[in-house]
C-alpha cells in the first residue's frame, strides 16, 4: 500500500475533523503487533500523535470489503466505550484508500497489563453492562479477517450454533473430525442446559495481545470483534492463549460467578477460535482443534 497516499489522506481526514489546523505530519512510522493489518503511528505539527491502521484489497477481500471491516472495527470499539467499564482507544474514522481502507483512533502508548486484578474486574463490569435484549451485533464483523456471523438472534445458541458451522465448513474437515464436529453441532444444547443466559457485550478477541496497560497502568484493550453474546465467550481464547493469572481469573469471578458445566463450555469457546486459527494459519491448528472436540464430545 502506498504510504504516500495514506498519509495525504490522513492529513485531509485531521484538518476535517477539526482535531488539527494543518494537518502536517512529522512522521508516519510502522507500528508492530498484527498480521492482518498494516499499522502505523502518525506524528503531527499541532496534534499529537495518533494510531492508524490499513488494509490494502485483495483477490480474498474486495476494496468495499476492507472498508467493512474496519468500519466494522470502529463501530465496536464505539459500543465497547459506551460501556465506561474499560479504557479503549476513541475511533475517529475510516476513509478509503485507492486499494483498500484505513482508520484512524486515538493514539494510546500501551504497556504491558499491569494489574491483572483490577482487569478482571474491569472486564466482568464491561458483560455486567446492560445495552441489548438479543444476540449478536447490528452488522457482520470479522475475527482476524475471517468473517464473523452477526445479525441477530433471540437465542445465544442459535447464534454460536451458526458461528461454528460456518467455520467448520470453511476448514472443510473429514472423516472423524467432520463426524465430531457435526456431533457437536447437534449435542450443542446439552451444554447450555439449565442456563439463563443474557446477552454481554464482549471485545471477541481478547488474548493477551489486545491488551495492555496505559502510562497510568489503568487496563486497555483494542482491536476487538465485538458482538453482544454469553460473557463465557470471551474466556475460549484467553485460556487458548494464556497470559492472564489466577488473580485475573479470581476477580473476574467475584463478580460474575462459574455456572456449572462451565469447563466444558470454555472448550467449545476455545474451539471456535481455534478452528479459525486452522482456517487462518494452516494445519498447525489440526491437532488442537482434534483434542479439543474429543475432550468436549468425551
Not at 465448513?169 to 442446559?193: S, V, Y
Not at 467475584?254 to 469457546?269: D, N, Q, S
Request: a negative charge.
Amino acid at each position: 500500500m502506498a504510504t504516500s497516499e495514506l498519509e495525504t489522506k490522513i492529513s485531509q481526514v485531521l484538518v476535517q475533523l477539526g482535531v488539527s489546523d494543518s494537518g502536517k505530519i512529522l512522521a508516519m512510522k510502522p507500528a508492530g503487533g498484527g498480521c492482518i493489518n498494516d499499522a502505523f503511528v502518525v506524528e503531527t505539527a499541532d496534534a499529537g500523535k495518533f494510531f492508524v491502521k490499513s488494509h490494502a484489497s485483495t483477490p480474498s477481500m474486495s476494496h468495499d470489503e476492507c472498508k467493512a471491516m474496519l468500519q466494522a472495527e470502529m463501530d465496536g470499539l464505539e459500543a465497547l466505550r459506551q460501556t465506561r467499564a474499560i479504557r479503549v482507544p476513541k475511533p475517529l474514522y475510516v476513509g478509503e484508500l485507492a486499494n483498500g481502507a484505513f482508520l484512524v483512533t486515538e493514539y494510546i502508548t500501551i504497556r504491558p497489563l499491569r494489574d491483572q486484578r483490577k482487569f478482571g474486574h474491569q472486564l466482568a463490569e464491561m458483560h455486567l453492562f446492560s445495552g441489548s435484549s438479543q444476540f449478536g451485533f447490528a452488522k457482520d464483523n470479522w475475527i482476524g479477517s475471517t468473517p464473523q456471523i452477526n445479525g441477530w438472534h433471540s437465542s445465544w445458541i442459535e447464534l454460536l450454533r451458526k458461528r461454528l458451522r460456518y467455520q467448520f465448513d470453511l476448514a472443510q474437515f473429514t472423516g472423524d473430525m467432520n463426524k465430531m464436529a457435526k456431533e457437536l453441532l447437534e449435542r450443542l444444547p446439552e451444554f447450555f442446559e439449565g442456563l439463563d443466559i443474557k446477552p454481554s457485550l464482549v471485545h471477541g478477541d481478547l488474548w493477551s495481545g489486545n491488551c495492555g496497560s496505559d502510562d497510568s497502568g489503568n487496563p486497555l484493550i483494542f482491536d476487538p470483534a465485538v458482538y453482544w453474546g454469553h460473557h463465557e465467550s470471551e474466556l475460549g481464547i484467553m485460556h487458548m492463549f494464556g497470559g492472564f493469572t489466577s488473580e485475573f481469573y479470581d476477580a473476574y469471578h467475584e463478580l460474575i460467578p462459574k455456572a456449572p458445566g462451565f469447563k466444558r463450555r470454555i472448550l467449545v469457546y476455545e474451539l471456535y477460535h481455534a478452528v479459525n486459527h486452522y482456517n487462518l494459519f494452516g494445519s498447525g491448528y489440526l491437532g488442537q482443534c482434534q483434542r479439543l472436540l474429543n475432550r468436549i464430545l468425551d
